[in-house]
DNA sequence: GAGTGGTCTAGACCACCTG
DNA sequence: AGGTGGTCTAGACCACTCG
């Protein structure tokens, strides 16, 4: 028990529920609370913090706004099997793209990560840090039930992301690997849409016609990492799949 | 000052902190909160309402959910410009679709509001409700800068919508007329987006030569109506302005 | 300095779930 | 019945904004 919670002492660099929300995420995150299971009852968190009750509910709720557990009156706490999607073309997960789940998704790399000089000019401003900290790339792409559907160009600023490039992505997935190995989080997304005609590479990558209409997205991601944006440009062939997106409102 | 507040009784349809939400919503969305405005202090609510301080909070924090108002320390809770968009393709005003807002945006509409039968298929699964009460069909096209951008049709199940044939847009704003003529509100939006080929008559309306690639969105809007849908179908010109969508997480 | 929202305490009763 | 989260009270000190 900490003195400086019994004295009226919470003028610190960040309040006690941020600082309950922070160690609850990064326990949920590194699995030590697993999926579906229980968090402690918010009795017994305050007890074990010292706080009261309200402070605690602050914490939890924080975690509800993002995702990571659902409350249940009677029930308790329950951790979420993933965070859920920002709402928009899931940039967790590509299951979630292309709207159903119980479809054959496969993921082939065409090119493995490596370090490379930025593109000049790049689709968004990039500043002087990621100018000089170089490149990483990795494009790959994506299949649904055996049909090419998405060509997927990453950028990623070498900024802090040793051997990044020496190793495999946990299951497959980029994004898992950041947050795991990395604790980078995505919290925000910028996108521009258009439509275009494919090119002879596009094309034949997505095997469409050259010139037939595809997707292309231009993204930036905003991860907790203040001076890390990951950057993405997609080609995609809705053809057969449209790209889905639903938002839930609170 | 009610009795029941005095007695702990709170076991009502609805808690008070939702009511008083929904008070001060409603004055919002219909102006005698202007925006900009500063709503009555945490205090002045705890006063005039007859309740503990943190029962305004949680009123007040989820109208910030909402993103009807913003809450300044030392300040007060403003009331925002505009309910923010849920964060893809903007669905409460066609100006954020386009990103900037200094744009010059038009609109014209080629359809009048009028009843019409459904198509069949719907592009949608339809109820039987919906079905038997007829559509409501407008056609419109979006202008940025004198460039056609986009063509919006827009099929909305007649339900409870008396005279929405007769009246004009509040300020030219279908949204806005349903959310404050009828007090209509969307909470979600599913949509499917694809890249095609425009046909003769969208090449036309969007100033593009046929078959060029033209960004088509399929929408579904969820409202606070439990039986009321409202569907659009885009086609997007991205030739110029490409559609932006920034997501603000928390 | 007076007022605002932000954080926090130490209680209370309620509706709900599970054993 | 006992524990959980949901709602609520009546206080308190803090950091911030404005006149």
Not at 203 to 224: D, E, F, M, Q, W
Request: with cysteine.
């Amino acid at each position: 028990m900490k003195i400086s919670n019994i004295v009226k002492n919470y003028k610190l660099a960040h309040p006690h529920y941020i600082k309950l929300y922070n160690n609850l995420k990064r326990q949920i995150i590194h699995g030590i609370f697993s999926e579906g299971a229980l968090l402690p009852s918010e009795n017994e968190l305050r007890i074990s913090e010292n706080v009261a009750r309200s402070t605690v509910r602050q914490a939890l709720n924080e975690l509800v706004k993002d995702g990571y557990i659902t409350k249940k009156k009677g029930l308790g706490s329950i951790v979420n099997s993933r965070v859920k999607s920002l709402g928009l073309l899931s940039f967790k997960g590509f299951s979630d793209v292309v709207g159903e789940t119980n479809r054959n998704v496969k993921t082939s790399i065409i090119t493995p990560p490596a370090i490379i000089d930025w593109e000049q000019p790049f689709f968004y401003q990039l500043n002087k840090k990621e100018l000089s900290a170089g490149c990483i790339y990795v494009e790959r792409i994506r299949f649904v039930n055996e049909d090419q559907v998405m060509l997927e160009q990453t950028y990623i600023p070498n900024i802090n992301l040793q051997q990044f490039c020496e190793q495999d992505f946990i299951n497959g997935s980029l994004f898992r690997t950041l947050s795991i190995t990395y604790h980078i989080e995505i919290n925000d997304l910028v996108q521009d849409l258009r439509a275009i005609e494919a090119d002879n590479r596009v094309a034949r990558y997505l095997n469409l016609s050259a010139g037939a209409p595809v997707l292309h997205i231009y993204r930036k991601y905003i991860t907790n990492r203040e001076d890390l944006r990951i950057y993405s440009s997609l080609f995609c062939n809705t053809k057969k799949y449209a790209i889905g997106s639903n938002y839930r409102h609170s």
